[in-house]
Protein backbone atom coordinates (compact mmCIF):
# COMPACT_ATOMS: atom_id res chain seq x y z
CA UNK A 1 0.00 0.00 0.00
CA UNK A 2 1.46 3.38 -0.99
CA UNK A 3 1.54 5.83 1.83
CA UNK A 4 2.58 9.54 1.36
CA UNK A 5 3.79 11.02 4.81
CA UNK A 6 3.43 14.39 5.42
CA UNK A 7 5.12 16.92 8.30
CA UNK A 8 5.77 20.43 9.07
CA UNK A 9 2.45 22.12 9.68
CA UNK A 10 1.63 24.02 12.66
CA UNK A 11 1.18 27.45 14.46
CA UNK A 12 3.14 30.43 12.83
CA UNK A 13 2.46 34.06 13.23
CA UNK A 14 1.85 36.39 10.06
CA UNK A 15 5.27 36.76 8.12
CA UNK A 16 6.74 33.40 9.30
CA UNK A 17 8.03 30.41 7.85
CA UNK A 18 7.25 26.67 7.19
CA UNK A 19 8.70 24.23 5.53
CA UNK A 20 6.40 21.00 4.80
CA UNK A 21 7.68 17.20 3.64
CA UNK A 22 5.98 14.94 1.50
CA UNK A 23 8.10 11.43 1.92
CA UNK A 24 7.06 7.81 0.70
CA UNK A 25 8.54 4.35 0.26
CA UNK A 26 6.72 3.09 -2.33
CA UNK A 27 6.44 5.61 -4.98
CA UNK A 28 10.18 7.56 -6.98
CA UNK A 29 9.71 10.88 -6.04
CA UNK A 30 12.41 11.88 -8.64
CA UNK A 31 10.42 10.59 -11.91
CA UNK A 32 6.25 11.22 -11.22
CA UNK A 33 4.78 14.85 -10.90
CA UNK A 34 3.94 16.05 -7.44
CA UNK A 35 1.62 18.78 -5.96
CA UNK A 36 0.75 20.44 -3.32
CA UNK A 37 -2.84 21.13 -2.39
CA UNK A 38 -4.55 22.73 0.39
CA UNK A 39 -8.53 23.29 1.68
CA UNK A 40 -9.58 26.10 4.03
CA UNK A 41 -12.55 25.40 6.12
CA UNK A 42 -15.54 25.60 3.98
CA UNK A 43 -13.77 25.90 1.15
CA UNK A 44 -12.92 23.70 -2.16
CA UNK A 45 -9.62 22.20 -2.31
CA UNK A 46 -6.75 23.82 -4.20
CA UNK A 47 -3.79 23.25 -5.86
CA UNK A 48 -0.93 25.61 -4.42
CA UNK A 49 2.34 23.95 -6.28
CA UNK A 50 3.37 21.64 -8.56
CA UNK A 51 6.74 20.24 -9.42
CA UNK A 52 6.60 18.33 -13.19
CA UNK A 53 9.20 15.15 -13.11
CA UNK A 54 11.48 17.44 -14.90
CA UNK A 55 11.68 19.62 -12.14
CA UNK A 56 9.66 22.60 -13.67
CA UNK A 57 7.51 24.07 -11.09
CA UNK A 58 3.61 25.77 -11.28
CA UNK A 59 2.16 27.96 -8.44
CA UNK A 60 -1.12 29.46 -7.63
CA UNK A 61 -1.02 33.12 -8.45
CA UNK A 62 -2.24 33.55 -4.73
CA UNK A 63 1.31 32.22 -3.33
CA UNK A 64 3.55 33.16 -6.20
CA UNK A 65 6.80 34.53 -4.82
CA UNK A 66 5.96 33.68 -1.41
CA UNK A 67 5.83 29.77 -1.84
CA UNK A 68 8.54 27.37 -3.82
CA UNK A 69 8.32 23.61 -4.47
CA UNK A 70 11.29 21.84 -4.35
CA UNK A 71 12.31 17.63 -4.20
CA UNK A 72 15.44 15.92 -3.29
CA UNK A 73 16.49 13.11 -4.60
CA UNK A 74 18.17 11.36 -2.17
CA UNK A 75 15.71 11.81 0.82
CA UNK A 76 13.47 10.92 -1.91
CA UNK A 77 10.77 14.23 -0.51
CA UNK A 78 9.34 16.74 -1.76
CA UNK A 79 8.87 19.90 -0.24
CA UNK A 80 6.78 23.35 0.53
CA UNK A 81 8.62 26.29 1.22
CA UNK A 82 5.81 28.92 2.98
CA UNK A 83 7.62 32.21 3.60
CA UNK A 84 5.66 35.61 4.47
CA UNK A 85 2.50 32.95 5.39
CA UNK A 86 -0.71 35.32 5.54
CA UNK A 87 -3.77 34.24 7.91
CA UNK A 88 -5.79 33.25 4.78
CA UNK A 89 -3.15 30.29 4.24
CA UNK A 90 -4.72 28.45 7.23
CA UNK A 91 -5.75 25.32 5.87
CA UNK A 92 -5.23 21.23 5.79
CA UNK A 93 -2.12 20.93 3.25
CA UNK A 94 -2.04 17.64 1.07
CA UNK A 95 0.59 16.17 -0.63
CA UNK A 96 -0.39 14.61 -3.73
CA UNK A 97 1.57 12.59 -6.71
CA UNK A 98 0.11 10.72 -10.02
CA UNK A 99 2.04 7.79 -11.10
CA UNK A 100 1.53 6.53 -15.01
CA UNK A 101 1.72 3.35 -15.51
CA UNK A 102 0.63 2.39 -19.18
CA UNK A 103 -2.28 3.87 -20.02
CA UNK A 104 -3.31 4.10 -16.58
CA UNK A 105 -2.59 6.94 -13.98
CA UNK A 106 -2.34 6.14 -10.08
CA UNK A 107 -3.27 9.17 -7.71
CA UNK A 108 -1.84 9.14 -4.29
CA UNK A 109 -3.26 11.13 -0.99
CA UNK A 110 -1.19 12.17 2.04
CA UNK A 111 -3.37 12.48 5.59
CA UNK A 112 -2.78 16.27 5.76
CA UNK A 113 -1.32 18.43 7.82
CA UNK A 114 -2.78 21.53 9.44
CA UNK A 115 -1.15 24.53 8.64
CA UNK A 116 -2.10 27.33 10.87
CA UNK A 117 -1.41 31.60 10.80
CA UNK A 118 -2.17 33.51 13.22
CA UNK A 119 -1.13 35.81 16.04
Known amino acids: QVQLVESGGGLVQPGGSLRLSCTTS????????ANWYRQAPGKQRELVAA???????NYADSVKGRFSISRDNAENTVYLQMNSLKPEDTAVYYC?????????????WGQGTQVTVSS
Open 51 to 57: IASGGST
Open 26 to 33: RINLRTNP
Open 96 to 108: NVKVQVGNLEYEY
